[in-house]
C-alpha cells in the first residue's frame, strides 16, 4: 500500500505514452479503488493536476479512433478479413466501455467537471464518426447517466448539459434516433425544461406538464414523433407529447393552460393537413404518409387517454362520496 501512489504515478506515465493505454486505464482504476471512497479525491486531483491525466485521456481518446477507423477501412477493402474484422469490433467496444468505466469513475471520486472542448470530443468521437452502432449506444448511455445525481456518480453540471442538448442533441438526424438515443433526449429535455420552468411537476408525483408553448427543444420532440424510422421510438416521443399535454394539477387547469392544450392539438393538426395537401399535390410518398398515420395516431391516443383519465376521475369522486 505504501507504494501504491508511486504506481499510479508509473501507470499514469505509461499512459501519457501511450503505452498499453487500456491496461494502464485499467490499472490506475484498481489502485484509485484500494483508498477508501471518501480519501479517492486527494489522488484522483493529484492526476488531473500534476500529469493532466483528463487532458490526455481525450486526447489518446481522438489518437484511438483515428488508428481505428483507419484499421477499419483497410478491413473493409479486404472481405476475406470479415472473421477478423468481427472480432476486431468485440475488442473495440472492451477499449471504449473500458475508456467510459475509467471516465465515470475518475470524475464521480475526483468530483471534477468536464469542459465544453472535452464533452465535444466526447460527442463527435464516440456519436458522430462512431465506427460501430454499439459505440454510439454505449456513449448514450453513459451521458444518461450523467444527467441524474446518485451516490458516488458523476453527474453534469446545468451549463454542460444545456450545451449539449441544444448544441448537440438538437441537431441529431430524428430520423434515426435510437432508443438509447430517445432516451437520452428524454432525460435532458425534461430537465432542462423543467429548470427552465417550462414543465411542472404535478403535485406530489414524478408526472410533469407544460405550461408554455415554448419549450427548449420542443421542434425535435416533435419531428422524433413524426419521421423516427423506429415506430418504437416514435411511439415514445407520441407518449411523450401527449403526457405532456394532459397530466393534470390544480394550475394544468386554469383557462391559461387550457389554450397551450388547444395550441398542441391545433399543431397536431396543422401537421397533418400540411401532409394531406402534399399527398394531393405530389402523389402518395413514404413520409407523408407515415406522417398522416402518426398524427392520426397521436390524437387518437390522446383522446383515450383523456376518456380514460375522466372516467378514473369521475370513479374516484364516486368512491368518496
Same mark, same amino acid.
Given at each position: 500500500?505504501?507504494?501504491?501512489?508511486?504506481?499510479?504515478e508509473?501507470?499514469?506515465?505509461?499512459?501519457?505514452?501511450?503505452?498499453n493505454?487500456?491496461?494502464?486505464?485499467?490499472?490506475?482504476k484498481k489502485?484509485l479503488?484500494?483508498w477508501?471512497?471518501?480519501?479517492?479525491?486527494k489522488?484522483?486531483?493529484?492526476l488531473?493536476?500534476?500529469?493532466?491525466?483528463?487532458?490526455?485521456?481525450f486526447?489518446?481518446?481522438?489518437g484511438?479512433?483515428?488508428?481505428?477507423?483507419?484499421?477499419?477501412d483497410?478491413?473493409?477493402?479486404?472481405?476475406?478479413?470479415?472473421?477478423?474484422?468481427?472480432?476486431?469490433?468485440l475488442?473495440?467496444?472492451?477499449?471504449?466501455k473500458?475508456?467510459?468505466?475509467?471516465?465515470?469513475?475518475?470524475l464521480?471520486?475526483g468530483g471534477?467537471? &468536464?469542459?465544453?472542448?472535452?464533452?465535444?470530443?466526447?460527442w463527435?468521437s464516440?456519436?458522430v464518426?462512431?465506427?460501430?452502432?454499439?459505440?454510439?449506444?454505449a456513449?448514450f448511455?453513459?451521458?444518461?447517466?450523467c444527467?441524474?445525481a446518485?451516490?458516488?456518480?458523476? #453527474?453534469f453540471?446545468?451549463?454542460?448539459?444545456?450545451?449539449?442538448f441544444?448544441?448537440?442533441?438538437?441537431?441529431?438526424?430524428?430520423r #434515426?434516433?435510437?432508443?438509447?438515443?430517445?432516451?437520452?433526449?428524454?432525460r435532458?429535455? &425534461?430537465?432542462?425544461?423543467?429548470k427552465?420552468d417550462?414543465?411542472?411537476?404535478?403535485?406530489?408525483?414524478h408526472?410533469?406538464y407544460v405550461?408554455?408553448?415554448?419549450?427548449?427543444?420542443?421542434?425535435? &420532440?416533435?419531428a422524433?414523433?413524426l419521421?423516427?424510422?423506429?415506430?418504437?421510438?416514435?411511439?415514445?416521443?407520441i407518449?411523450?407529447?401527449?403526457?405532456?399535454h394532459?397530466?393534470?394539477?390544480?394550475?394544468s387547469l386554469?383557462?391559461?393552460?387550457?389554450?397551450?392544450?388547444?395550441g398542441?392539438?391545433?399543431?397536431c393538426?396543422?401537421?397533418?393537413?400540411q401532409?394531406v395537401?402534399?399527398?394531393?399535390?405530389?402523389g402518395?410518398n413514404?413520409?407523408?404518409?407515415?406522417?398522416?398515420?402518426?398524427c392520426?395516431?397521436?390524437?387518437k391516443?390522446?383522446?383515450?387517454?383523456f376518456?380514460?383519465?375522466?372516467?378514473?376521475r369521475v370513479?374516484?369522486?364516486?368512491?368518496?362520496?
Open positions: 500500500m505504501t507504494n501504491r501512489g508511486q504506481y499510479l508509473l501507470c499514469a506515465e505509461n499512459y501519457a505514452k501511450n503505452v493505454a487500456r491496461q494502464s486505464l485499467e490499472l490506475i489502485i479503488e484500494t477508501p471512497k471518501k480519501a479517492r479525491k489522488p484522483i486531483e493529484q488531473a493536476r500534476k500529469n493532466r491525466l483528463l487532458t490526455v485521456f486526447d489518446d481518446l481522438v484511438y479512433k483515428k488508428e481505428e477507423a483507419v484499421k477499419a483497410e478491413e473493409g477493402k479486404d472481405k476475406k478479413k470479415s472473421k477478423k474484422g468481427h472480432d476486431a469490433r475488442s473495440h467496444m472492451d477499449h471504449i473500458t475508456r467510459l468505466d475509467f471516465l465515470q469513475f475518475f464521480s471520486y471534477l467537471q &468536464l469542459s465544453v472542448e472535452q464533452v465535444d470530443i466526447l463527435d464516440l456519436i464518426d462512431a465506427l460501430v452502432p454499439e459505440e454510439r449506444e456513449c448511455s453513459w451521458l444518461e447517466r444527467s441524474v446518485k451516490e458516488d456518480s458523476f #453527474v453540471d446545468e451549463g454542460i448539459m444545456q450545451h449539449l441544444v448544441e448537440k442533441m438538437a441537431n441529431m438526424d430524428c #434515426v434516433v435510437t432508443r438509447a438515443g430517445f432516451n437520452l433526449f428524454q435532458y429535455f &425534461l430537465a432542462i425544461n423543467e427552465k417550462k414543465l411542472k411537476r404535478v403535485p406530489g408525483t408526472d410533469m405550461v408554455t408553448t415554448d419549450i427548449v427543444g420542443g421542434d425535435n &420532440l416533435w422524433i414523433a419521421d423516427a424510422n423506429d415506430n418504437d421510438v416514435s411511439r415514445m416521443a407518449t411523450l407529447l401527449n403526457d405532456l394532459q397530466n393534470v394539477s390544480p394550475e386554469k383557462p391559461r393552460l387550457g389554450k397551450v392544450r388547444e398542441y392539438v391545433s399543431a393538426m396543422a401537421f397533418l393537413a401532409e395537401r402534399k399527398i394531393g399535390r405530389e402518395p413514404q413520409m407523408s404518409e407515415r406522417r398522416v398515420e402518426r392520426i395516431a397521436l390524437l391516443n390522446l383522446v383515450e387517454e376518456d380514460a383519465r375522466a372516467q378514473a370513479a374516484a369522486c364516486l368512491c368518496h362520496s
